[in-house]
């Protein structure tokens, strides 16, 4: 009998206990055991069969969580972490008292703190991981305010890609929305997720950006969901980002 094995790491994931890369270092920091052993990077199990230990509890295959996606439109001044070592809000403050008890829900990628709009939350740790994964080039657009007129010639630099810390940008897509005598509103669509990569762009072309907002991230759009609150995702929506990136079926569907 062929026995079937995963990696840890895409195990605890999928218990909804953190994202692939947090469980990662989970495993790196000793906090995961296997078979009563401190765990490695790169052990795989088969969670019917061996006994799996994440901080002293046990991953139990009958207790699988129900995986959970949501989309928060993101105020101003939150984190998008779990937990903030600063003591700032973060996502997870937001969400209704019924959901804070849901083990694993984490933020799909982040906003920083200064951004606000459309930002994904959580269990399925194999959602996080394909949608946040370079090669699958998850398109998410935004609405940028800019100091100043970006003339077509500096937009095309921007489109076409400039070297930040060594490594060229992918194309992006850019627009004028509008101006006014002091400022520029662009819709810009990245397919990549550098740190703060928009506004040392902007910095790096001469526009500083004063506001940033994203409206969708691939075919999830923000619509008209009030600032700080979130909604779960429909299965058409679920479908549509798994058709996004690709996602193998797992014959798991979003929670209505």
């Given at each position: 009998m062929?026995?079937?094995?995963?990696?840890?790491q895409?195990?605890?994931?999928?218990?909804?206990l953190?994202?692939?890369?947090?469980?990662?270092?989970?495993?790196?920091?000793?906090?995961?055991?296997?078979?009563?052993?401190i765990?490695?990077i790169?052990?795989?199990?088969?969670?019917n069969?061996?006994r799996?230990?994440?901080?002293?509890?046990?991953?139990n295959?009958?207790q699988?969580?129900?995986?959970?996606?949501l989309?928060l439109?993101?105020?101003?001044?939150i984190v998008?972490?779990?937990?903030d070592?600063q003591g700032?809000?973060?996502?997870?403050?937001?969400?209704p008292?019924?959901?804070?008890?849901?083990?694993?829900?984490?933020?799909?990628?982040?906003?920083d703190?200064?951004s606000?709009?459309?930002?994904?939350?959580?269990?399925?740790?194999?959602?996080?991981?394909?949608?946040?994964?370079?090669?699958?080039?998850?398109?998410?657009?935004?609405?940028?305010?800019?100091?100043?007129?970006?003339?077509?010639?500096?937009?095309n630099?921007?489109?076409?890609?400039l070297?930040?810390?060594?490594?060229?940008t992918?194309?992006?897509?850019?627009k004028?929305?509008?101006?006014?005598?002091?400022?520029?509103?662009?819709?810009?669509?990245?397919?990549?997720?550098r740190?703060?990569?928009?506004?040392?762009v902007?910095?790096?072309?001469?526009?500083?950006?004063?506001?940033?907002?994203?409206?969708a991230?691939?075919?999830?759009?923000?619509?008209?969901?009030?600032v700080?609150?979130?909604?779960?995702l429909?299965?058409?929506d679920?479908h549509?980002?798994?058709?996004?990136?690709?996602?193998?079926?797992?014959g798991h569907?979003?929670?209505?």
């Amino acid at each position: 009998m062929v026995v079937v094995t995963e990696r840890l790491q895409k195990i605890i994931s999928q218990w909804g206990l953190a994202s692939r890369r947090e469980a990662e270092q989970l495993i790196l920091a000793g906090r995961v055991r296997l078979n009563d052993e401190i765990a490695q990077i790169g052990q795989r199990a088969n969670p019917n069969l061996d006994r799996i230990e994440v901080d002293g509890m046990q991953v139990n295959p009958a207790q699988r969580p129900c995986l959970t996606y949501l989309l928060l439109h993101k105020p101003l001044g939150i984190v998008s972490t779990c937990e903030d070592p600063q003591g700032r809000p973060t996502v997870l403050d937001l969400l209704p008292p019924d959901l804070q008890q849901h083990q694993g829900i984490h933020p799909v990628g982040r906003l920083d703190i200064d951004s606000t709009g459309a930002l994904l939350l959580t269990n399925d740790g194999n959602l996080t991981f394909m949608l946040t994964h370079p090669r699958h080039h998850c398109p998410k657009t935004y609405q940028v305010l800019v100091q100043g007129h970006p003339p077509e010639t500096t937009l095309n630099r921007w489109r076409q890609g400039l070297f930040l810390d060594t490594k060229k940008t992918r194309p992006a897509e850019i627009k004028v929305l509008q101006h006014n005598s002091h400022q520029t509103l662009l819709e810009i669509i990245l397919r990549e997720g550098r740190n703060r990569q928009i506004r040392r762009v902007a910095e790096l072309l001469g526009h500083p950006v004063l506001s940033l907002h994203r409206v969708a991230i691939g075919p999830i759009h923000l619509g008209q969901l009030p600032v700080g609150q979130v909604r779960s995702l429909s299965s058409d929506d679920y479908h549509c980002l798994k058709a996004q990136v690709s996602i193998p079926p797992n014959g798991h569907h979003a929670k209505r």
